[in-house]
């Protein structure tokens, strides 16, 4: 399955969790928002969410700095 994650084409196993797909990036700790397709998923249901073929995610993460 594609999915295209900030921009970035990336494959992965069909019936995949967003969660999981976090988690294969490394970077589930990091991760503080998520949408699909421009859809806010809520924290609690990142590991009910299947992400479907073509789909677009945004995992946004807070960085600090001055």
């Not at 594609?2 to 992965?12: D, L, Q």
């Not at 806010?40 to 009910?48: A, G, V």
């Not at 992400?51 to 001055?66: A, H, R, T």
């Amino acid at each position: 399955m594609k999915i295209v994650i900030n921009g970035e084409n990336k494959e992965f196993k069909d019936n995949i969790t967003l969660l999981e797909i976090m988690e294969n990036l490394a970077i589930k700790d990091k991760v503080m928002a998520a949408a699909i397709n421009m859809q806010i998923i809520k924290k609690e249901d990142w590991n009910s969410c299947f992400p479907k073929d073509n789909d677009k995610i945004e995992l946004l993460q807070f960085v600090g700095g001055g």
